[in-house]
């Protein structure tokens, strides 16, 4: 039981290098103050109303700050600092591969004046030239889609058009339901493009089309940009990026079921009366669920560990009919006398001492080959083909054969969160007045497997202190840590005998070497953090009723040099 938060841990850390690449986005923008000077060490925090996270940065000398690495989503941006308004705008949306301008013009006032800013004009896409269009989930789930081909909706793209298959081969190698349809960017040649599902490559490099069709209830959004897109792309004339979805904070799933029958077909026109509608049967059906992973007693993965889990199967029954060409009974019989093409007897051959032919061998006569000159062997081939139904000599046979389709597609997504509000550690040492000070802290390393990490100021976590004096100099550590949802209470318990014997052995030390150690100054290594909680402040060793110095007598295990 106690390995499997390692468990869990460890395979959310073996996969990033796969997230690695994920298709992101990114706010950016300049803090003004009311006169329209820049105001630097402004705290920008980014927050994503839907897991939690949260991404802390500062404006820098000039004003600027940038927020890298953004999932693409909706997302609450604040900017605040002591003298001026807190100012917040809600619902800023970030797409994939979108750089998002955020200004902000500081107002004098109390931080604890807010002012929320919700809706208004859509962001501007200032920082870069490429042309780009994003189809969101919204439109990729609610429009109908013959197949739940997501590049259908292309077409919505002004300059983008689709068609059929870009070759039959293609097709038949990509099991048919993959590449069944092509993409034209800005009247370039379909052979063009690049695509790209989670950062990661999806482009067939034998036909330049993708490989990967994911199902549209797994999909957050897809852009198609072409134009001067950044270097990290390079290489195609257009860029196809889709983004999957993440789970969030709410438990949340849908079903889905699509069916077509011959029962519920019309007639084609061009059919015979009484003729009978083809036979065809066509099931699509699935389900998505998404949310925090929790296991009771495990782990508890709201604000931190999301899962999001898509399935889709498709069924498909039909007829297939084929107009094909067979030998046609005089041609079984070796009589090519109909056939333009001129049947040579290979035994009529001349070599030289070569090798090489000499001339051409003679025909057969009346282009008739006799039947003694048929191998057995051929007969017997010959006789696994069909005989034809009509005397034409192409397309003379029509067959009809049942075609069957099974196929089924997983697709999952962890994403584990790691920020200031789980996971923070803070060291600070401090020396007496006039001696050199040096302060290092609060340090946090906050955001997502496979984003950037990003250093911001931590919250200020409850401090179990020690305090230890000397003479001619006063110190004061504090040491403080959060521990991760994902460790045990066996853990906790071991990290803090720890540092309980710790503080044992520095205290007999300082018996031992007969240094005056002030009493309410040294702590009772027996008292657990969550005492120290409840009195608000450690609680220092006292004498026993006899008056002597019992302060050893506190430890719990004597220690030997």
């Known amino acids: 039981m106690k390995s499997r938060p390692a468990c869990f841990l460890i395979l959310a850390v073996a996969v990033a290098p796969c997230l690695a690449q994920a298709p992101a986005g990114?706010?950016?923008?300049?803090?003004?103050?009311?006169?329209?000077?820049?105001?630097?060490?402004?705290?920008?925090?980014v927050t994503n109303p839907a897991t939690n996270a949260t991404r802390v940065v500062q404006s820098n000398e000039a004003g600027l700050y940038t927020v890298p690495a953004l999932p693409p989503g909706a997302y609450n941006v604040k900017a605040e600092l002591t003298g001026f308004r807190t100012i917040e705008r809600n619902n800023v949306e970030v797409q994939v591969g979108s750089s998002n301008r955020i200004d902000f013009a500081l107002a004098v006032g109390e931080v604890s004046n807010v002012l929320e800013v919700t809706g208004g004009a859509p962001v501007l896409q200032t920082e870069t030239t490429s042309v780009g269009t994003v189809i969101e989930n919204r439109r990729i789930v609610e429009l109908p889609l013959n197949g739940r081909n997501y590049l259908q909706l292309a077409s919505l793209i002004p300059g983008a058009t689709t068609n059929g298959p870009s070759s039959s081969q293609g097709k038949q190698r990509m099991g048919g339901q993959r590449n069944s349809f092509t993409l034209n960017v800005a009247g370039q040649r379909i052979h063009y493009n690049h695509y790209a599902l989670d950062g990661v490559e999806n482009t067939d490099l034998n036909f330049n089309s993708y490989m990967l069709l994911p199902s549209i209830d797994a999909l957050q959004e897809f852009k198609v940009e072409s134009g001067l897109f950044d270097a990290e792309y390079g290489r195609a004339i257009a860029q196809v990026n889709v983004s999957t979805r993440s789970g969030t904070n709410q438990l949340h799933g849908a079903a889905f079921e699509f069916l077509r029958n011959s029962a519920l077909d019309a007639k084609n026109y061009f059919d015979r009366a009484g003729d009978p509608i083809p036979p065809f049967k066509r099931n699509q059906y699935g389900f998505t669920v998404g949310g925090p992973v929790v296991l009771p007693r495990v782990v508890n993965g709201k604000d931190k560990l999301f899962f999001l889990t898509n399935w889709e199967g498709l069924r498909e029954r039909k007829a297939l009919t084929q107009n094909i060409t067979v030998p046609t009974l005089a041609e079984r019989k070796g009589d090519f006398s109909a056939n333009p093409n001129i049947v040579y007897d290979p035994a009529t051959r001349v070599f030289d001492s070569s090798g090489a032919v000499i001339g051409a061998p003679t025909p057969f006569a009346g282009n008739v080959i006799p039947d003694n000159r048929i191998h057995p062997i051929s007969k017997k081939i010959l006789a696994f083909f069909p005989s034809p139904q009509s005397a034409a000599r192409s397309n003379n046979f029509?067959?009809?054969?049942?075609?069957?389709?099974?196929?089924?597609?997983?697709?999952?997504?962890?994403d584990l969160s790691l920020s200031g509000a789980r996971h923070g550690d803070q060291h600070r040492h401090a020396r007496p007045a006039g001696g050199a000070q040096q302060r290092l802290g609060p340090r946090t390393h906050a955001g997502q497997l496979g984003e950037a990490r990003a250093d911001a100021p931590a919250e200020q976590p409850h401090l179990a202190a020690r305090q230890h004096g000397q003479r001619g100099q006063g110190a004061r550590h504090q040491y403080s840590e959060r521990q991760p949802a994902l460790l045990g209470r066996a853990e906790r318990q071991h990290r803090h005998d720890r540092q309980s014997r710790r503080g044992e052995r520095r205290a007999l030390h300082q018996l031992r070497h007969h240094d005056p150690v002030p009493r309410q100054l040294l702590l009772d290594p027996r008292e657990t953090r969550a005492e120290v909680r409840r009195r608000g402040a450690p609680r220092p060793l006292q004498p026993d009723r006899r008056g002597r110095d019992a302060r050893a007598l506190h430890l719990r295990q004597p220690l030997h040099a």
């Not at 329209?36 to 402004?42: A, K, L, Y």
Request: hydrophobic share 40%; proline share 5%.
């Open 398 to 414: 029509i067959n009809i054969e049942g075609r069957r389709v099974d196929a089924d597609q997983l697709t999952y997504r962890i």
């Open 26 to 45: 990114e706010i950016s923008g300049v803090v003004l103050d009311p006169s329209g000077s820049v105001v630097p060490g402004v705290t920008i925090t």
